[in-house]
């Protein structure tokens, strides 16, 4: 979403917090954020690395000589009497330190560290003749040389969060060249974990691989919908899976005793209980769910668009529809991600999925849907619009007698703008035109957009700004807008993540591409960042934001971009487009995490970047 200040949000977000504090009820209905069965372990802390300051002789470690792990003179330790003392032969000479190493799922944090002496008799001040290379598994970590030599030890950092649950090795490597000695004195190596549990990997989260089949029709106005609605699921966990939760986001609109989205005649399990101001519904499965086996639940759906020019909402004759359909919570690590709703971002975490939904309506109203479309006549006076889409995190729709233009991008993306009464043809057409511009900017930049068609429909009168879905979006008649939701499709979508805790992962990404979409470099924006307090940090969840809501968009939008422009300046431009293509690639259809990106932006440079996500307030 891209945030538009305006006096009147301030007075709206109030309204829907007396709305909200008024009419929802008091009993376990309106439950608490989360509801999180028993799932994997809590985290136990502990320190992995086994005789790490080589004081119980040289087991497990694996050396290339005898002389490696040593309390020979010449060195001294940096605790104790030993330490592991790689090359100072001056001559051409490889030396090696290794370790198998497990590091635990379920801890939030894991960390590498060691202390490191370098002394060197060569005289350049520019000439890396003599190496050390730090790896974990087959991530280098940094790489030193005969440059780095220092008079004492200094302590090197690194996260290595991202291995959590994986065997790995973590190795060093010495080599000199032919002449002129260099020492690298290693000594108390650790690797601590520790934190609140951790989502495991994507293959974990369940359910996994959902399929939507849905067939609704309207009211003459498109602001009533009814039918059925579908969900084929598999358990991707090892843990039997009893329930399933339906995130029915658009309920925040309305009230639990008239609900804007209803859900009956359940098959495949029963219905249970309301929670989280009756988003989130509980359905019991008709029996448990093995690892691997799969399974279908249906529902009659019925949807009711309120009042009002939102993502949820209808602008006189225009309705759009954004977050209507029941999506399947994500369970993980962590349990079931029942997270409220927000008004002020997105709290929307869903896998990526298929669907297929069927749309009957007037045929006087044009339906703009996630996917590619089809239109077929349907019974007098009305047009069923069929929406495909494979892969995506959601689905929405609009509809109304809007104006359509379309138009193909120069890579292929065929685009189609819809506005509403009042917006100019000329506007229309710089919409597209922006469109078309921005699709393929991102496209080249992150990897081909793989949703086919691409919807905008633009109204002045969204308060928001502008808002994504998979292949559509809403937008004011705005160019930086615009390529920030498009920008989207790839930061949200293709690489998708957890909206309420890391809502950074996908804003501060899609402002950062719509910088360099338009040939914004950033330059000195860290230079004017200031902090409220020392509790806010650009990685801050949706819970923090919403209780400081005026530093939400300086500081994720604003102060993360700037980061990750002064991330590129760390790295250098060729780095950093490949580290984020590459990361794009890697999490394709996937989700991103914290660690994740630090962990590859950390294996894209020999720089330790511990200092950096310190300075930058990125933790995770």
Partial sequence: MRPTPRKALAARVLAVAALAAVSLPTTPVAA?????????????PAQVVTNGGFESGTSPWTQSSTTVITNRSGQTAHGGSSFAWLDGVGSTHTDTLSQSVTIPSGCSSASLTFWLHIDTTETTSSTAYDKLTAKIGSTTLATYSNLNKASGYAQKSFDVSAFAGQTVTVAFTGTEDSSLQTSFVLDDIALDTSGDTAPPADSTRTPAAPAYTVSLSSNTSGTVWTGHESATFTNASSTALSEVYLRLWDNYHGTCSAMPITVSNVTGGTLGALSVGCTALKITLASPLAQGQSTTIGFDLGITVPSGADRFGYDGAFSFIGNALPVLAVKD????????????????????SD???????????????????????????RTVTTATASKVRDFAWAAGPFSKISGTSTAGTPINVY?????????????????????????????????GELDAVIDNNFWFGGMEYPGFVLDLVSTTALTHEIAHQWFYGIVGDDEYTSPWLDESFTDYATDLAQGKTGASCWSSVSWASTAEKITNSMAYWDTHSSRYSTVVYGYGKCALHDLRRVLGDTVMAKLLKDYATSHWYGVSTTAEFKAAAQAATTTDLTSFWTTHRIDG
């Fill in 32 to 44: 608490a954020p989360h509801t999180a069965p028993a799932a994997a372990a809590a985290c136990t």
């Fill in 333 to 352: 690590g962590a349990g079931w991600h029942l997270d409220p709703y927000t008004n002020n971002g997105e709290s929307f975490y869903s896998l990526a």
């Fill in 419 to 451: 506005s509403v009464s009042g917006i100019s043809s000329a506007n229309a057409q710089s919409m597209l035109t922006t469109a078309k511009s921005a699709v393929d900017a991102h496209a080249a930049r992150f990897g081909a957009y793989p949703y």
């Fill in 355 to 381: 669907f297929k939904v069927t749309l009957d309506h007037p045929t006087s109203l044009l339906v703009p849907a996630t996917g590619t479309s089809v239109d077929t006549p349907g019974s007098s006076g």
